[in-house]
């Protein structure tokens, strides 16, 4: 929780979506209410009381990195290296042909710190169901290869020639945030002077089948309201997928190559609560205390925050606990500030999703406008939060933006951006 010895700063941006595949695409949808969940079609439901989810169909990687063989690389290692091929593409340090080229002589050397919550699960139990059901001589080498939760990072980094620190920060679904506050940090401490930093899951048979039957997930498709964020009716949340990297540098090296500035880092930190959400005044305390240690660390105030990005996904009680402690960090400024919530249209993308919270602030901060959350039309009696709604919110883009990112597991991280001088017309 520190301050930062070098700033911070966001210089490109790149992801795979429901929403779209770059950072304009993703908060278009969002400002118009588009959503990203669907029917899901990629495995069987049959059985399952949940059947939606925000999954890309078609996703084709050839379509960015060109024709190649990617039969080392599953779905998790591809949603990741196509997002990176995006951002180093967007920060100007080259895109899907930078890991083709054989001559890389005066090139930064950037890193790679990913956040997932399950790396490659499905391909881990489809190299362990092979084994057991025709036996161990069946299995498939490169299953085995991607059967590491840092599979995809090092994939990844094999790919596009990242030489830098090479780091997977599991950490459920505030996996996200905490990598970029951990690329955050290698880049100020002078490790880097460049990393790819964000998160990457995949939607899967395991994965989904897990969250159902242990209750999680909203259900049937009878109450549109089961799975809005903050709404009185939620009921739990949509599973989803997809990937998000922000490339992140010291503003010196950003300056010195005459890149552009999209944002700055200013602060970050994380905690945990070991009620793991279950003690409702535990899980706000520690949202408070998360939140109120990363307005520190950035040296701001909470008048000095322009819009909150919350975590809420349509949990009943994570949802409820996520409002009572930033509010309480907050104080007054809580009833005036915007509030936006991605997952309402994009699902719970777990370890990418705070991620996908940052690149939407970015966006945000770019346009002075905030999208309003997506069928919230009710919300619990007292609800701490009032801007918190379906409609669009002014945002002050001097200001900082505060991304909420609470876990299942007890995790609970926060980061505080602010806008660069670019915004209005780079690429979020």
């Known amino acids: 929780m520190s301050a930062p010895t070098r700033p911070v700063v966001v210089t490109g941006v790149g992801l795979v979506s429901a929403l779209g595949d770059s950072a304009p695409e993703l908060w278009q949808a969002l400002a118009a209410g588009r959503s990203g969940i669907s029917e899901i079609t990629a495995f069987d439901t049959a059985g399952l009381s949940c059947r939606r989810g925000g999954s890309i169909d078609g996703f084709d990687p050839r379509e960015t990195l060109g024709q190649a063989n990617f039969r080392p690389l599953d779905r998790t290692g591809r949603l990741a290296t196509v997002a990176a091929a995006r951002a180093l593409d967007d920060s100007g340090h080259g895109g899907a042909d930078r890991g083709d080229r054989t001559d890389h002589a005066g090139e930064a050397e950037i890193g790679l710190v990913l956040g997932t919550m ?3 699960v499905h391909t881990i139990s489809e190299f362990d169901r092979r084994a057991l059901v025709a036996g161990p001589q069946y ?19 094999i790919w596009h020639h990242l030489t830098g620190v090479n780091g997977t920060i599991s950490g459920g679904t505030t996996a996200g945030v905490q990598a970029i506050a951990y690329g955050a940090d290698l880049v100020a401490g002078g490790r880097v002077d460049a990393v790819l930093a964000g998160g990457a899951e995949e939607l899967c048979f395991e994965s989904f089948l897990g969250f159902d039957r242990g209750g999680l997930t909203a259900g049937a498709d009878d109450e549109p309201a089961a799975a809005v964020p903050f709404h009185a009716r939620r009921r739990g949340f949509l599973p989803a997928e997809g990937a998000a990297l922000l490339m992140l540098e010291s503003e010196a090296a950003a300056r010195s ?13 994380t905690a945990f609560d070991p009620s793991r959400g279950r003690d409702p005044e535990r899980a706000a305390a520690t949202v408070e205390r998360v939140a109120r240690w990363a307005l520190d660390s950035a040296g701001v105030a909470a008048e000095d925050v322009a819009l909150l ?13 996520e409002a009572r ?27 990418a999703s705070g991620a996908f919270q940052t690149v939407a602030a970015l966006g945000s901060l770019a346009r002075g406008t905030a999208p309003g959350i997506s069928g919230l039309d009710a919300t619990d009696e007292g609800f701490p939060l009032p801007l918190a709604g379906p409609d669009e919110r002014p945002v002050d883009p001097a200001g900082v933006a505060l991304v909420v990112a ?18 209005g017309s780079g690429s979020p």
């Open 309 to 321: 990005s919350a975590s809420a996904s349509g949990s009943p009680s994570g949802d409820r606990s």
């Open 257 to 269: 190559r005459g890149a552009r500035v999209l944002a700055q880092v200013r602060g970050h930190a």
């Open 406 to 423: 609470v876990g299942l597991d007890g995790n609970v991280s926060a980061l505080v951006i602010s806008g660069g001088e670019d915004l």
């Open 139 to 157: 299995a498939k080498p490169l299953d085995f290869a991607n059967s590491v939760i840092n599979a995809a990072a090092g994939q990844a980094a």
């Open 325 to 351: 402690g930033v509010a309480s960090a907050l104080c007054g400024r809580a009833r005036e500030l915007p509030v936006t919530a991605v997952k309402a249209l994009l699902g719970e993308a777990l370890g």
């Open 118 to 120: 399950f790396g490659s």
